[in-house]
C-alpha cells in the first residue's frame, strides 16, 4: 500500500505560480512511477505530467510542455509539480498517483494504483 498526500493548491492570479507536492508514504518510492492528473469540474480526468522511479524519464501532456514540470526527491519521498504561467483554464482538482512500472512514465491512469485526495487549484484572471 502506498498513500499519498498532495499540498501546495490555492488561488493564485494568472501568471502566477506554484508549487504542487505529493509526499508518499509505504513501500520504497523509487518503486513508483508518479504521476499528476487533473480534473475540471464537469470534465474527465486529464493526464498532467508522469516521472518514472529514477526521475529520468519524464513526461507531459503536449498543451502543458514548458510551463509545467515534474520533478521527484526520492530521498524525501516526494514528487513536485511546478506550475508556471498560470491560465484560468489551468483551474482543477491535482492529483498526485503512484503505480508499480517505475520504469515509465504513462499517461494511463489506469497504469496508477495509488491516488491522493487531490489538491484544489483556482486561477483568476
Known amino acids: 500500500q502506498v498513500q499519498l498526500v498532495e499540498s501546495g493548491g490555492g488561488l493564485v492570479l494568472a501568471g502566477d505560480s506554484l508549487r504542487l507536492s505529493c509526499v508518499a508514504s509505504g513501500r520504497p518510492f523509487s518503486d513508483y512511477a508518479m504521476a499528476w492528473f487533473r480534473q475540471a469540474p464537469g470534465k474527465e480526468r486529464d493526464f498532467v505530467a508522469a516521472i518514472s522511479g529514477s526521475g529520468l524519464i519524464t513526461r507531459y501532456a503536449d498543451s502543458l510542455k514548458g510551463r509545467f514540470t515534474i520533478f521527484r526527491d526520492n530521498a524525501k519521498n516526494t514528487v513536485s509539480l511546478q506550475m508556471n504561467s498560470l491560465k484560468p483554464e489551468d483551474t482543477a482538482v491535482y492529483y498526485c498517483?503512484?503505480?508499480?512500472?517505475?520504469?515509465?512514465?504513462?499517461?494511463?491512469?489506469?497504469?496508477?494504483?495509488?491516488w491522493g485526495q487531490g489538491t484544489q487549484v483556482t486561477v483568476s484572471s
Open positions: 498517483a503512484a503505480g508499480p512500472h517505475s520504469y515509465r512514465a504513462s499517461w494511463l491512469p489506469l497504469k496508477y494504483d495509488y
